[in-house]
């Protein structure tokens, strides 16, 4: 393997295979030297696994969690963009606002809980807000330095055209603040993911992070806990390398070029 | 002895163009942190219709915020601009301002940059000018091409065929290959003349490079340091295609050195 410039087609896959491979065998034969009774091995994780697929919770709870994280990150998407481009491209605005917002955005979404429960009750709305909350800052905030941060020639290029405000914002202001956008997204979502399994602990009854907190509480089966652990990493993963497809489209890619 | 040669020549060739555009006592001072910097002092200048101009001037004189305050930009703090007889008052598709080849669009392929201000025009009106321009700026070929697949050059020509596409009367160059490396500007330099003399825009071009205003102007307006004044207006009475070598081309040369005030020995 070469420490830099391109891997082979097959390393990109072997190596990273190879590295879980010894990461389960460790696990394994840790579980076996330290004879634990609580801490399960990876057979008993697959067993438990199998038990959710087969009680139908797997692709049931997945759902649930993936349902929670695109209505709350969608709303959040759909309010904080135009929240953001407004924001950027009104500094007056950004004066008044943005410090109400950087005060609000190092609370964690996960101390929210409380008032979410007390404004939307113990249930399914209580958990979307606070995703919409968690995502819903990091993609104003990205929105809004992205139109700070466009180059003032692309406007006056812009305007020179004879372009009317509402056509430089959709023309200029939107194409040119994309690939920052994007990847406020990327973390918004990343963030999302995180407190969905917080929420589902606490407001509802399905959902990955209650399976963790469930599978605990009742009769104390790490086999699920470690399983649901497994399919949050794994659903993540998933969702993160969607994300990064994005970033390949061809009207975004020079934001993601270091040579430009 | 060389404001002789200058105002000689100035005055046997006369101008016999028709006005396009016309600075009045221009001003600018600029507020920062609290004490004034006056940038642009009384500038006073006449551009003829279809005419090369070269705003010469040392980095940072404010050559750069003359050409701003032509194209409606910036309002002047003093003094107005005329423009056809009409004040200067905000940026006008009938004068396009080119910007170094970063004010190309980079999420736009070269034939989406160059029908940017085409919006207008019918869908196959807009393919048409598209490809008159991208031939004349040589770039068949890489019409799907976006920016950063092109060179500094290509860049370049996109922004001057996405100027030229929307049929300005004007345009305005802010020191356009001035990132370009030396063998591309001059490749540049011929092939702006090519188009001008195609074209019959009048051009105001700001440059700090002395052999680049003399290979391109009718008239070198040279400016001083800040607050810029106009130091001299030198005509450069060699038809094209300029021979650089040439005694007159050299003597005009030697003259504008003289006149910054460099000698020009290295």
């Keep these: 393997m070469r420490a830099m410039g391109q891997a082979q087609k097959w390393e990109r896959y072997i190596w990273p295979l190879l590295t879980a491979g010894v990461f389960l065998v460790l696990w394994h034969f840790s579980v076996k030297w330290t004879a634990t009774k609580v801490f399960p091995s990876p057979l008993d994780v697959e067993r438990g696994m199998a038990e959710l697929v087969r009680k139908g919770l797997l692709y049931h709870y997945v759902v649930d969690s993936l349902r929670r994280v695109g209505v709350g990150f969608f709303a959040a998407v759909v309010l904080g963009i135009p929240s953001g481009l407004l924001l950027g491209w009104y500094p007056g605005w950004a004066f008044v606002v943005n410090p109400v917002i950087q005060m609000l955005r190092p609370i964690s979404p996960i101390a929210w809980i409380p008032v979410s429960i007390v404004w939307f009750g113990v249930g399914e709305v209580a958990a979307i807000y606070l995703i919409f909350l968690a995502s819903f800052f990091p993609i104003v905030v990205a929105s809004m330095n992205g139109v700070r941060n466009i180059p003032s020639m692309y406007r006056r290029a812009g305007r020179n055209f004879g372009l009317s405000s509402a056509q430089l914002i959709v023309k200029v202001v939107f194409p040119a603040v994309l690939p920052q956008v994007i990847v406020g997204l990327r973390i918004a979502l990343g963030i999302a993911w995180l407190v969905v399994v917080a929420a589902e602990m606490i407001a509802v009854d399905s959902g990955l992070g209650y399976l963790v907190i469930d599978s605990r509480n009742s009769g104390k089966r790490y086999d699920l806990v470690v399983a649901a652990m497994i399919l949050i990493g794994l659903t993540g993963l998933a969702l993160d390398t969607g994300f990064r497809r994005l970033e390949k489209l061809r009207s975004v890619r020079w934001g993601f070029l270091n040579d430009f | ?266």
């Design chain 2, 1 to 266: 002895m060389i404001e002789a040669i200058f105002t000689e020549r100035a005055v046997k060739k006369g101008r016999a163009l028709k006005t396009k555009l016309r600075a009045e006592g221009v001003n600018m001072v600029f507020n920062g942190d609290g004490h004034k910097v006056q940038v642009l002092q009384h500038i006073d200048l006449e551009v003829g219709d279809g005419e090369f101009v070269c705003l010469l001037g040392p980095s940072g004189c404010g050559k750069s915020t003359m050409l701003n305050i032509i194209a409606g930009f910036i309002s002047p703090t003093g003094g107005q601009v005329w423009i056809d007889d009409e004040a200067v008052r905000c940026p006008d598709p009938r004068r396009i301002f080119v910007f170094q080849e970063r004010g190309v669009f980079p999420w736009l392929t070269v034939e989406g940059n160059i029908g940017f201000g085409l919006f207008r025009l019918s869908k196959q009106e807009r393919a048409q000018r598209i490809a008159h321009y991208i031939q004349l700026v040589g770039l068949q070929g890489f019409e799907k091409a976006y920016p950063q697949e092109l060179s500094g050059g290509m860049k370049q020509r996109v922004e001057v065929a996405r100027a030229l596409a929307v049929n300005p009367d004007m345009l305005f160059l802010d020191e356009p290959f001035g990132a370009l490396d030396s063998i591309t500007r001059l490749i540049m330099r011929r092939e702006l003349l090519r188009i001008w003399e195609a074209e019959r825009k009048t051009v105001i071009l700001v440059t700090h490079d002395i052999e680049e205003s003399i290979q391109l102007a009718d008239r070198v307006v040279i400016m001083s340091t800040r607050p810029a004044k106009i130091q001299q207006i030198v005509e450069i009475d060699i038809p094209h295609p300029r021979d650089i070598s040439s005694p007159r081309y050299l003597e005009l040369r030697d003259g504008i050195f003289e006149q910054i005030g460099l000698a020009h020995k290295v």
